[in-house]
């Protein structure tokens, strides 16, 4: 059985598990979709069955592409990330802040999180087809503060809905408008709109319900001035376009830009923008990484599959998930049309099982700086002198431990260990890395950092034994 057969079944299994009617996820490697699963019934009704190109609405995972919107008027000096709110929405200069010692809310604390607006998510859930006027009446009367700003992440689509108002706002046209012509249209994702009552005259996942036995079919919630937190519906073959483009920003090179928003600006997304945390626990799952939300996106630091790039959607009758791995271009997303299913299950033991199933990352060479650097300190470390030769050392190596202390410990090691050979360098980037020497009792483990200058030389060096008597 292959591994995307292995992953077909874990799919069926999970939606019998979790009573989810219909289900399609999709495997983006190399720039591509790779696999589809599409199955169960999209329609419980007409019995009507999941393809490939089923709609469904993917709700929060809409903040993404938001943020990234917000961020395209920002690359093109439209505005400020850290500027007052008011200053794009003029009616929020009217809103009684938290405290009155509070800084201005700025689209920053809206894009992570941390405006200290109240978490929100059943309510908003329920008001993407708001108009405008109501929105404006939210702003104008709503008890919106949990605390001040700057203080805490707490996830609120209210911020979110308030960066869709500032996209109109600022590109003088309605934020689906801009959506469309910055993203949807570029990226050849013609299935994909706002609109999902237009969406449900076609291939149309229905959302349901169980509550017990029962079953029932969701309203749809329309089109309106809160979508830019979450009302975007999609098909799999839309959506692994998007994820194609984001994963073509890593890594950093010198290639033209062919994307609608530039590649800085995608990674600049997935950075710890606002406070750390360790998420709940997934039932049966691994321990839980520590994790931070950036732009639109959370970034947990996995021991096992590196830098892992997520986000979660929820709406009445849909749950879904997005799970990219930058550092292997892999992307793995899943959809489902039962109320809150909870997807990121699936998508963690998805790339689980293509972590697996893969070979290891290969590692890059090492710069001929690093290898001109760790050559002199196996050289030292034969002749037990640091001294001698040509040294690549910066200004301060010797000035912080002085020659003969180095000596000394390169002595010590040696007598240790015995003679030794490079066995491997583990760069960690043009300018630091890891070594290990395999010696005759042992091994002599090194960390090394060199120094900014043009002749970039030594300017720290950790060496330790490991395996001597």
């Known amino acids: 059985m292959t591994v995307y057969a ?49 709609a469904f609405r993917i709700a929060s995972m809409t903040k993404n592409m938001t943020a990234l919107a917000i961020l395209s008027l920002r690359d093109r000096g439209k505005l ?45 859930d329920r008001v993407l087809g708001m108009n405008p006027a109501e929105l404006d009446r939210v702003i104008a009367t709503g008890h919106l503060f949990a605390r001040p700003p700057g203080l805490a992440f707490e996830y609120s689509n209210l911020g979110y809905a308030l960066l869709g108002r500032v996209l109109t706002n600022v590109s003088g046209e309605p934020y ?49 001035e809160v979508g830019a937190m979450g009302g975007l519906a999609t098909t799999v073959p839309d ?55 950036g732009y639109g996106l959370t970034h947990s630091s996995d021991a096992l599959l590196g830098m892992r790039i997520h986000h979660a959607g929820g709406l009445p009758g849909y749950g879904s998930h997005v799970l990219m791995l930058p550092e292997r271009g892999w992307g793995v997303f899943a959809f489902g049309n039962r109320t809150y299913a909870p997807m990121s299950r699936l998508t963690l033991q998805i790339a689980e099982m293509l972590h697996e199933a893969s070979p290891p990352l290969p590692v890059a060479p090492p710069s001929p700086a690093l290898v001109r650097a760790i050559d002199a300190v196996v050289a030292a470390y034969a002749s ?53 020497l395999a010696c005759a009792k042992g091994r002599l483990n090194g960390t090394i950092a060199l120094s900014p200058e043009a002749d970039s030389g030594i300017q720290k060096l950790i060496l330790s034994a490991a395996g001597a008597d």
């Open 80 to 124: 400020q990330l850290d500027a007052p709110l008011e200053q794009y929405v003029p009616q929020f200069a009217a809103v009684k802040p938290a405290t009155r010692d509070s800084a201005p809310v700025t689209l920053r604390h809206l894009l992570t999180h941390t405006a200290g607006f109240v978490t929100d998510d059943p309510w908003g």
């Open 239 to 293: 959506y692994a376009r998007y994820v194609a483009f984001l994963l073509d920003a890593w890594p950093a090179r010198d290639d033209p830009e062919s994307g609608p928003v530039r590649r800085s600006s995608v990674r600049e997304m997935v950075l710890w923008h606002a406070p750390p945390f360790v998420p709940d626990p997934l039932p049966g799952a691994r321990a839980p990484q520590p994790s931070a939300y």
């Open 176 to 224: 689906q408008a801009y959506m469309r012509r910055t993203f949807l249209e570029p990226l050849g994702m013609v299935g994909t709109t706002f609109d999902a009552p237009a969406a449900a005259k076609g291939d149309y996942a229905w959302g349901y319900r169980l509550d017990g036995d029962v079953w029932s079919r969701e309203r749809i919630e329309p089109d309106g």
């Open 384 to 436: 037990g002198r640091i001294e001698g030769g040509d040294r690549p050392f910066a200004v301060n190596f010797l000035l912080d431990t002085p020659a003969r202390l180095r000596d000394a410990e390169l002595a010590s090691l040696r007598a240790r260990l015995g003679e030794g050979r490079l066995e491997r360098i583990e760069p960690v980037h043009a300018l630091a890395g890891r070594f290990v």
């Open 6 to 54: 292995e992953i077909d079944a874990a799919c069926a299994a999970f939606a019998e598990q979790q009573h989810i009617p219909g289900l399609a996820a999709g495997i983006v490697q190399g720039g591509r979709l790779v696999h589809v699963t599409a199955l169960g019934v999209a329609d419980r009704e007409a019995r009507r069955r999941v393809e490939a190109g089923t």
